[in-house]
């Protein structure tokens, strides 16, 4: 067996742990671990890239915390926490170590399983019932954290911290070569790491943190023509030839640097507020070198020529300049009333090129007479910047009898600029130039709380006075509310809404949207051991946008509707025998996806002595879609666990 | 495709650890060396005995008892001085209890500035760091959650009653916290077919939001370099490429993907892919906007040309295909 990197980390906290022959106490933990069995009927691919939990060994949940019990000389604080290490698809785990004033360490780590397979996304073929799509992946993503503090909350304060993420698969995607669509299985690999250091230094009214971290991503991909998609997606032939693929390979590698610096400051003006500041410096560079070659019976439109194969190198790289400074004030003018003030800017000033041959091999025209190869060479330098500047101002008074109230005012302006190279490269069309926006924005709330009653009352509105991206609104306005009744102990009410309404009224936008979202919980305790908990909640979005058709050129609208709702209901019974939750729910889409997805849960747990119980949870899920019914499934999951606890 | 059953490497060997960890006696022997019982002193502990014990796990005590504070002191901290209180026998009215508001102003006298530790007693206005915190900051007194009659530090925190499996103090569960306050969107994530997993195993509203942060930005934290924290798990969208798509050059993550759930596919705003984009890729006159070059000869009323992503697999940018094939 493998022992993993986690394995080892924890392993190596344990020792850490073992070294507690100076430990006065036990130590308080909770440990749940156990099996879970899971069940599967109808599409298991729609399972997996909506729930995805897996089935096999899972320690569930496992906290350790230690305050003044563990006096050791190596420490006076340690916290684990553990979530669902083990059968997927995602877990996590935590350390955090440290002796006041001497240091302070924590690590984390992540993981997740991820998996899509759907029917109808990116499914060319559905119509011929073929599922699921051609863009499938099942890939893992592991992210380590570390962080280690020397002196933490003295004058100054060494801090030393390293991250990194792995991402990788195998995957399948297509390839749009030759006239045609093939499948491809690829293979892919990226690791981001940084590793980085800084201080923090504390002289009293003025605090001052400073971290430079140095972050590389190497990734590596693969991809081969899948066996059997040689015919591609297209039947039918192509300027009067079939085309198809006998072989086809890619290789990419990229690497790329970005040296990140954060600076912070903190001044405080005594009781009468503070000043902030922070800079980011994060000037990265990518370097891209990969390969391509394939036989088949292709074409190329651009050349005007029939061809047997194809082999190209691809040498690009980017360069991406990114900086972000921030300065705010802070200031408690009267008792309860706070005012605050700032600006942010962000810049990003990044150019690209590449640098791309290609050789066309077996070459003949339209006509069917053979000619020679052709070498298509493509050299592109492209730049864009982009600037956005925000400034805010707001004031908090936190007390007004039951009342609070807030207000804040912002102005923020983004400004993009595209070169003509970058703006032309997928279809010529002239877009390059600048591009602006400048939006004002009101944002306003009140809360109210007074024997149990809490009201809460939110207003936004945001005025634009023109779109970058088509998508963008120039109005939008935002409401929200909350009333929440805890008067009794026997019985608890809360309600919450959102409405949102947003447009462009721009010549050639005309675009639309509005959002409702209702949502209202009951929690009715008539006995302590008991608690009945009931929940609805019910949403509607309805979004258009005149799009033009490409195929011929009619302009037609893109509508997005959503109309669902979710009813659910549950209990909970403490009983010194036994404790037992159960809840059940149906949550129902309609409009532009229909589909019903029933979900009802079940878990008892029975202590067997005072530190140890065993746990029993059922989950069963039913999703139905009700036109394609490509994705339709039921899953039951079983777990059966141990939970010790000792605290 | 089968189900498969999942043993990872190491994971029997990791819960033996842990299992040792809690179960070796040698963790639970005495200290060489007997110490005294902090509390034999102390006056408030001879009433309150049972929360005085328990308060020595808290990490208030642990910070402040390491610098030589007594207990007494350490209780006097937060609820003034006890002494009338003690000398008329208990009298609540004579202590301060810390509800509401009033509790919120107890914490704030030292957390007045987001941080890892920003306890003014020990250190004035907070001086750790941790990655990507102070990028965006504010503080306490102005951040989203600023303490009002109608949500207060209490309400989320629990000093003396925090649930043992959720850390920061926290009085329940995360997910179940926020909940309390912003049901639907929790309900979404429990609900809607195309989810970040929160919660147990997966990621927490805190991955995300910044609890105390600025108010009008959904407290959305940022990426040591800046960057919205979607790219701090998903790295390997971060660029920089030299072909970018939108994300980069305009709007962000949130322009196609919803950022909670979603009904759609890959968590996007719009079940077709097609409609999707053709919604920054037309130009209809009148206002110029970025992409608006509409794509040619594809004919979007058949399948093969529908999904965009069949061929423009690289939509979150690439370093070799303008077109974004590859």
Known sequence: MRISKLTRLLLAAALLLTAGPALSQAIPMDLELGYRFVNVAGNEDMYRSQINEREGFLLRSFTLSAGNGADSKLFDKLRIDVSDIGAGPAGAAKLEIGKSGIYSFRFSYARWQMFSALPAFANPLLNQGIVPGQHTWETLRNVYDAELQILPGGVFTPIFGYTYNLYSGPSYSTVYVGGDEFRLNQSFKTYDEEPRLGFALNTGPVAVNFMQGWRVSHGTETSLLTPGAGAGNNTNTVLGQPISAISYSRTSVTDVNVPVTTASAVVQLGCFGKILGTYVRANGASDTQGTEAGDGNWVDFAAARFFGGLNSTVNSNADAKNWRGSARAEATVLPNLELAGGWVERSRDQTGSELLSTILYNTKNYAGTATPNITEILNINNGLTRTDQVLDIGAIYRKAGPFGLRFTYSHTKQDVTLSEDVAEIIVPGGQSGEYERAINTYDAGVTFSLGGVVLDGEWRNDDADQAILRSDYTSR???????????????????????????????????????????????????????????????????????????????VPSIMIEDGYSLEGGLSLNLKLFTLQASGGEFKNKGSVNFKIDRFRGGVEVPIIKAFSFVAEWAYDKYTETVFMYGDYSASRVGLYAHWKAF | MRTRIYLPGGILLLVVVLLLVALVPGLTLAAETPKADPLADSVCASCHGDQAKAFLNNPHDRTLAAKGWRVDAICEACHGSGTKHAEAGGDKALINGLKGLAGAEACLKCHNQIGDHACSICSPVGAKPSKGALIDTASHLTGAHAPQPAVGCLDCHSIHSATFTAPKLLVKPQLDLCESCHPTTVAAFRNKPFTHRVGRGGIQCTSCHEPHGRQGKAGLKLTRAGELACVGCHAEKKGPFVFPHSGDVAGDCMSCHQPHASNNPHMLVQPDAAQLCLNCHTQLGGAKTLGAQPPSIHNVSLARWRNCTTCHTAIHGSNRSPQLFK
């Open chain 1, 477 to 555: 306005t935002t409401w929200r509310a909350r009333l929440t009744l805890n008067r009794w102990k026997f019985f608890r009410i809360s309600g919450t809404g959102q409405w949102v309404s947003q447009s462009n009224t721009q010549t050639g936008i005309d675009s639309t949207g509005t959002f409702r979202q209702y949502g209202g919980d009951i929690d009715i305790m008539p006995i302590s051991a008991l608690t009945l908990r009931f929940s609805g909640n019910a949403f509607t979005s309805n979004t258009t946008f005149p799009i033009l058709t490409p195929q011929n050129l009619e302009v």
